[in-house]
């Protein structure tokens, strides 16, 4: 049994630490309100109060054999993406460094946002990452300090790059269903699958040192996606715009802009190499709740 630990136990982390436990290991769920400390307690985690940006709080993290640093900035923009990803991230570091049992392995949960525009081409570990924005850099240095600076301290630390995560509450099925959706790649993994690739790669001992890209099996074209997703709920095709028309359009911040104009597509061919079975290999195997869920008279922007 490992002592897990999981730094910013949200969306993806409380799935990973229900998954933990189940095989047996002890978890403590890491958040900053009172609300969040909740939502690890009823998840059957030990929940622990304490905020990566400030440093003095992380004395109450209680040691570990495995640290999973998934903390959110809250969607804000780059310096308080710094502030957590970057400096919290070095704090939770700094902070098990200097004991005198210091944890094992870490993995930092990134984003494949730090490869940038590769003309809709494939990307996977070796592609050189090139960060458009503010935030990716961000995201970029962090992995640095998850990796480089870790090692430093004597910790194994490990990237995984999840693609753009789904999963119950955060479906967005009637942004698709009802559109208009714009042309491009969506590179997805359901919320169990990213949860489930961090807790494979700590119980299977492996991606030492390494980034490991978290997606899953199909790119999907986002046209052909949100086609198939009304012909399963039952609705015509909704309405389509091309990157140009979406560009033509007076309302888009600079940051929109650089985000349709950054095409890629996600290979997850080394998480299988590695032996991860997703439980939801492509979107059609998970989206099928949503879809059951709108069927059944659920509204799709509340899925």
Aim: aromatic residues 8%; glycine residues 8%; charged residues 30%.
């Amino acid at each position: 049994m490992a002592r897990a630990v999981i730094v910013g136990c949200g969306y993806v982390g409380l799935e990973l630490g229900r998954q933990l436990r189940e095989a047996d290991h002890a978890v403590t769920g890491v958040r900053r309100s009172d609300s969040g400390l909740d939502a690890v307690a009823d998840a059957g985690l030990e929940p622990c109060r304490a905020d990566a940006t400030d440093p003095d709080s992380l004395a109450a993290l209680p040691d570990a054999d495995w640290v999973v640093f998934a903390a959110s900035s809250g969607g804000r923009g780059a310096d308080a993406a710094r502030r957590v990803y970057v400096e919290g991230l070095r704090n939770v570091v700094e902070e098990y460094a200097e004991r005198s049992s210091s944890p094992d392995r870490l993995v930092y949960t990134s984003s494949t946002g730090v490869y940038g525009d590769h003309g809709g081409d494939f990307v996977d570990e070796e592609t050189p990452i090139e960060p458009t924005t503010e935030k990716t850099r961000v995201l970029a240095a962090a992995e640095r300090v998850a990796v480089e600076e870790a090692a430093a301290a004597g910790i194994d630390g490990t990237v995984a790059r999840f693609a753009g995560l789904y999963g119950p509450d955060r479906y967005r099925l009637g942004r698709y269903i009802e559109g208009p959706v714009t042309e491009g790649y969506l590179n997805m993994v359901h919320r169990d699958d990213a949860a489930g690739a961090v807790a494979f790669l700590l119980e299977s001992d492996l991606a030492r040192g390494e980034v490991v890209l978290v997606a899953d099996d199909e790119p999907a074209d986002k046209w052909a996606f949100a086609d198939w997703l009304a012909a399963e709920c039952d609705l015509p095709s909704p309405p389509k715009r091309t990157i140009e028309e979406r560009l033509a359009e007076s309302d888009l911040s600079a940051a929109a802009k650089r985000r349709l104009q950054t095409s890629k597509r996600c290979s997850n061919a080394r998480l299988r190499e590695l032996g991860y079975e997703l439980r939801y290999p492509t979107f059609r195997e998970g989206y099928r709740a949503a879809i059951d869920a709108f069927l059944a008279g659920a509204d799709p922007n509340e899925i």
